[in-house]
């Protein structure tokens, strides 16, 4: 049945060559993504920097504000954790690395007697954490692929009402933070309450600070800038956490469309192998049954029909009737 | 000696060039910027922000609040959102100014759809001054 193995690898090779397609559109896609992924983390970068800077000049003017925003709170009872995954997978271990480290801060956490609470990002955390059992305060999907400063200000209005009202103490962030195309680290960093040092500490750089006139007066002002620097830092982490799942996914596909590639290879190998293997014993099977034959007669001549039959079938018997032509 | 101007909301910079005077909106009132202004950061209401071109031209943005900086000839205005006039897409102001006048009547939510009002007309009102 050398014939029927043949067809069966013959349908496996093209089931595989099919999933190769599919496997190397999804790798381009991704390689576009992440450029433009890129494209925008850059875009957004002027404005991350000049909020950092502007509430620099306000700490620096000696703007004082009570926002529960930057209150610190050295041991905090509840530490909110902040989880920003993908909605898809396909993209290697960007998933789970997310959701690995969130479980081991949130072990450490409970085992330091805090109590603990989720909001997630990504439908793969979602369905990841309610698996498991765990509460979710709140979960945002759809965002991931592409996420817009909307996007972020929602998730960050939630995060800040529920500290502002003493319902979290402390929100933790863990994402993924996008180095290069190669190098993406998951990172656990502090959100809130804000880092009152970080902000003083930016703008000392630049020479002798100006006089500012503020209007309204500069308390005013930082209080509304917060709100809106504590955004730009979450959409600052949706961008990095969107350009590293599409550098994952990249790398996932890449090895996948590889993989398809060696697939074929062998499989075809085995395939030539088997349909050789079908002709020689077809081959064989001919030249068997040739010399079985010539064996049993001895000449090829024989092997002619017509030599079978005696030249005369009825001379051996006595006639009772003379031919009639003779 | 002109001014150097950056108009930017969180997801990019919208524009960016040299200008005579800025006229921006804050929550107390409009001021305008010429160069050599005094170091100044203020926060922004719902308004226009005006750039006036060397060349003459002007530039005009709907910016929904947001904060301006200037210092150095430098004048920075770190919108919310921000819409140039030429992005503005008129008829889509008018459907939500349309919308926010006809629910006005019935919702209890007054604030909410006040300020929905004024940036439908802010929009409007930018877009057809360009």
Same mark, same amino acid.
């Given at each position: 049945m050398a014939g029927g193995q043949e067809r069966i690898l013959r349908r496996r090779i093209k089931s595989v060559q099919n999933t190769k397609k599919i496997t190397k559109a999804m790798e381009l896609i991704a390689a576009s993504r992440i450029v433009r992924s890129q494209q925008r983390v850059a875009a957004a970068r002027p404005y991350a920097e000049q909020i950092t800077n502007v509430i620099?000049?306000?700490?620096? =003017?000696?703007?004082?504000?009570? #926002?529960?925003?930057?209150?610190?709170?050295?041991?905090?009872?509840?530490?909110?954790?902040?989880?920003?995954?993908?909605?898809?997978?396909?993209?290697?271990?960007?998933?789970?690395?997310?959701?690995?480290?969130?479980?081991?801060?949130?072990?450490?956490?409970?085992?330091?007697?805090?109590?603990t609470r989720l909001v997630v990002v990504g439908k793969k955390a979602q369905s990841y954490f309610r698996f498991r059992g765990e509460a979710?305060? =709140?979960?945002?999907?759809?965002?991931?692929?592409?996420?817009?400063?909307?996007?972020?200000?929602?998730?960050?209005?939630?995060?800040?009402?529920?500290?502002?009202?003493?319902? @979290?103490?402390?929100?933790?962030?863990? @994402?993924?933070?996008?180095?290069?195309?190669?190098?993406?680290?998951?990172?656990?960093?502090?959100?809130?309450?804000?880092?009152?040092?970080?902000?003083?500490?930016?703008?000392?750089?630049e020479g002798p600070?100006?006089?500012?006139?503020?209007?309204?007066?500069?308390?005013?002002?930082?209080?509304?800038?917060?709100?809106?620097?504590?955004? =730009?830092?979450?959409?600052?982490?949706?961008?990095?956490?969107?350009? #590293?799942?599409h550098a994952n996914r990249q790398r996932a596909m890449k090895s996948a469309t590889d993989n398809a590639d060696d697939l074929i290879t062998r499989l #075809?190998?085995?395939?030539?192998?088997?349909?050789?293997?079908?002709?020689? #014993?077809?081959?064989?099977?001919?030249?068997?049954?040739?010399e079985a034959l010539s064996a049993d007669k001895g000449s090829p001549v024989d092997l002619l029909l017509d030599r079978t039959f005696p030249p005369d079938l009825f001379e051996q018997h006595d006639h009772a009737t003379p031919h009639a032509h003779q | 000696m002109t001014l150097q101007v950056e108009l930017v909301s969180p997801e990019r910079i919208?524009?960016?060039? $040299?200008?005579?005077? &800025?006229?921006?909106? %804050? *929550?107390?009132?409009?001021?305008?910027?010429?160069?050599?202004?005094?170091?100044?950061?203020?926060?922004?209401? *719902?308004?226009?922000?005006?750039i006036n071109l060397p060349d003459g031209g002007v530039v005009r943005a709907a910016v929904h609040g947001?904060?301006? $900086? &200037?210092?150095?000839?430098? &004048? %920075?205005?770190?919108?919310?959102?921000?819409?140039?006039?030429?992005? *503005?897409? &008129?008829?889509?102001?008018? $459907?939500?100014?349309?919308?926010? $006048? %006809?629910?006005a009547q019935s919702d209890a939510n007054a604030e909410e759809l006040g300020a929905a009002k004024l940036r439908a007309e802010l929009r409007i009102a930018i877009a057809t001054a360009a």
């Open positions: 620099g000049n306000l700490a620096g =003017a000696g703007a004082e504000v009570s #926002s529960p925003l930057l209150q610190i709170n050295d041991n905090p009872a509840t530490i909110a954790f902040l989880v920003i995954t993908g909605d898809r997978g396909l993209a290697g271990a960007y998933n789970s690395n997310v959701i690995r480290l969130a479980e081991r801060e949130i072990r450490a956490a409970k085992a330091a007697g805090q109590d979710v305060d =709140a979960s945002f999907v759809g965002m991931t692929d592409l996420p817009t400063y909307e996007n972020a200000r929602e998730v960050a209005s939630f995060v800040t009402e529920k500290f502002e009202s003493g319902e @979290y103490e402390a929100v933790q962030l863990v @994402y993924t933070q996008f180095f290069s195309v190669g190098t993406q680290r998951v990172v656990s960093a502090r959100f809130m309450p804000l880092d009152r040092s970080q902000l003083e500490a930016a703008p000392a750089s600070k100006p006089a500012y006139e503020f209007e309204p007066e500069p308390g005013a002002i930082l209080e509304r800038l917060l709100p809106r620097y504590a955004e =730009a830092r979450l959409f600052a982490a949706l961008l990095d956490a969107s350009a #590293s799942e #075809s190998r085995i395939m030539n192998r088997a349909r050789q293997d079908s002709i020689t #014993s077809e081959i064989m099977e001919i030249v068997g049954g040739a | 919208l524009w960016s060039g $040299e200008a005579d005077m &800025v006229i921006a909106r %804050t *929550i107390d009132g409009e001021i305008a910027f010429l160069s050599n202004h005094a170091p100044f950061i203020g926060a922004l209401g *719902i308004g226009r922000v005006q947001g904060f301006v $900086e &200037v210092s150095n000839n430098k &004048v %920075t205005v770190l919108s919310d959102v921000a819409e140039l006039s030429g992005d *503005i897409d &008129v008829a889509r102001a008018q $459907e939500a100014l349309r919308r926010a $006048e %006809t629910s």
